[in-house]
C-alpha cells in the first residue's frame, strides 16, 4: 500500500509542476512563446538543412544530460534526497507544461506531434534510468543501492545518449517533412 501511495505521490509532483508550467506559457509567457523557438518555422527549416555530426553531437548531449543526471547523484550523498526528488520531478513537469503549450500554440495538434517526436527513441531509455534514480532517492532507506542497479542505470543512460545523438535527428527530419 505505500509503494501505491509513494506512487501517486512522484505523479502528483510532476503534474503538479506539469499545470504550473501550462499556466505559466499560457498567462505570463504566451505572446513571446507564440513568436520563437523551435516551433517557429525558420528554426525548422535550417534544422531540415543542417548537417549534424553525430559524434560532436554525443559530446554536446553527454554535457547536457550528465548535469541533472549528477544532480541527482550528488543529492544521494545528501539528507535532501526526498526534496531532490520533489524538485526534479516538478522543474521537469514545469518546463513540460511550457514545451507543450508552445506546441499547440504555434502548430496546433503537428506542434504536439513534433514534442512528442522530439523525445523519440532515447526518452524510452532515460524514462526508467531516472524512475529507477528517483525511485531509489524516494524510498531511501527501505531500498538500497546495488550493483545491478549502477549497471543498469549506466547502460540505459549511454544507449539512451546514442539514440539521441545517431537516431533522433533522423527520425526529427522525417517527422518535420511529415508535417
Not at 513537469?93 to 523525445?119: D, E, H, N, P, Q
Request: charge should be positive; glycine fraction near 8%; charged fraction near 10%.
Amino acid at each position: 500500500m505505500k509503494i501505491q501511495q509513494s506512487k501517486k505521490q512522484l505523479l502528483l509532483f510532476y503534474m503538479a509542476g506539469f499545470f504550473a508550467g501550462i499556466l505559466y506559457a499560457n498567462f505570463t509567457v504566451k505572446d513571446y512563446v507564440a513568436v520563437t523557438g523551435i516551433f517557429n518555422e525558420y528554426f525548422l527549416n535550417e534544422y531540415m538543412q543542417m548537417k549534424i555530426i553525430p559524434a560532436d553531437y554525443i559530446w554536446y548531449l553527454f554535457r547536457i544530460r550528465a548535469i541533472p543526471f549528477l544532480a541527482l547523484g550528488l543529492c544521494a550523498l545528501t539528507r535532501l534526497k526526498k526534496l531532490a526528488v520533489i524538485v526534479f520531478l516538478a522543474w521537469t513537469g514545469f518546463l513540460g507544461g511550457i514545451v507543450s503549450v508552445t506546441g499547440l500554440l504555434r502548430m496546433g495538434v503537428k506542434g504536439v506531434v513534433l514534442c512528442v517526436a522530439g523525445m523519440m527513441p532515447h526518452f524510452l531509455f532515460y524514462i526508467p534510468v531516472y524512475v529507477v534514480i528517483l525511485w531509489y532517492l524516494y524510498t531511501y532507506p527501505s531500498i538500497r543501492w546495488n550493483m545491478t542497479k549502477t549497471i543498469f542505470v549506466l547502460l540505459a543512460f549511454a544507449v539512451g545518449m546514442i539514440m539521441e545523438g545517431y537516431v533522433n535527428p533522423v527520425f526529427m527530419k522525417i517527422i518535420i517533412k511529415m508535417l
